[in-house]
Structure formats: C-alpha cells, structure tokens
C-alpha cells in the first residue's frame, strides 16, 4: 500500500525558512508526479507546487512563486518542498500528493495524499 508521510512542518517567524519533506513507502513514486497543496484556517485547500516525475518541469502557485522551491530525490522516494522569506498568510496545512500521469495543478487528479503538516508563521 502506498503512504506519503510528510514532516518538516513547525512554528516559524515571517521572513523564516522551513523544509518540508514527503517521504513515499509501499511502492516507488518514481514514476509518479508528485504535488503540494496547502489548507489554511476556513479555506478551501489550494494549489502550492508540482513536479514531473523526472523532476525536468516544475510550476508554481503564483503566490509562492520566487520564494518556495519544490524537488524531488528519486533514489529516497521523497519530495520536498523549500521555503524561504515566509509570510503570515502561508499559514496553512501542507499536503503532499502524488498522481500516475504529468504534474497537475488540479488536485481532483491525485490519487495518493499524505495526511498533512502543520506550518505556522508568525509575524
């Protein structure tokens, strides 16, 4: 059975930098794109990042474009995400996804999801 497991989350201040990290079990996500979503407090979840599953082609939410960098280490089935000069407004539950075909912003088209890390930015 596949699992995502992120970790990496915590409580920073604005300006911080935090790496979050999404470790795959089960089977290989080599082959898999590979997405981040976040969810903050009464909203709705929404596109952050996604990589091809050769890491060649990577796109952004145009809010965090410039300052959060998503890759991926195949040979350590895990993704990640870094991000740097964080804002308040990056508060939210960050989700690592995964999906069998090209990287998508759309959500409704992941089939495996980690179950969420906490990340909170104070101002």
């Known amino acids: 059975q596949r699992q995502l497991v992120e970790s990496g989350g915590g409580l920073v201040q604005a300006g911080d930098s935090l790496r979050l990290s999404c470790a795959a079990s089960?089977?290989?996500?080599?082959?898999?794109?590979m997405g981040w979503f976040r969810q903050a407090p009464g909203k709705e979840r929404e596109f952050v990042a996604t990589i091809s599953w050769s890491g060649s082609a990577t796109y952004y939410a145009d809010s965090v474009k410039g300052r959060f960098a998503i890759s991926r280490d195949n040979a350590k089935n895990t993704v990640y995400l870094q991000m740097a000069s964080l804002k308040p407004e990056d508060t939210a539950v960050y989700y690592c996804?995964?999906?069998?075909?090209?990287?998508?912003?759309?959500?409704?088209?992941?089939?495996?999801w980690g179950q969420g890390a906490q990340v909170t930015v104070s101002s």
């Open positions: 089960g089977r290989t996500f080599s082959n898999h794109a």
């Open positions: 996804a995964a999906r069998r075909e090209r990287a998508s912003y759309y959500q409704y088209e992941y089939d495996y």
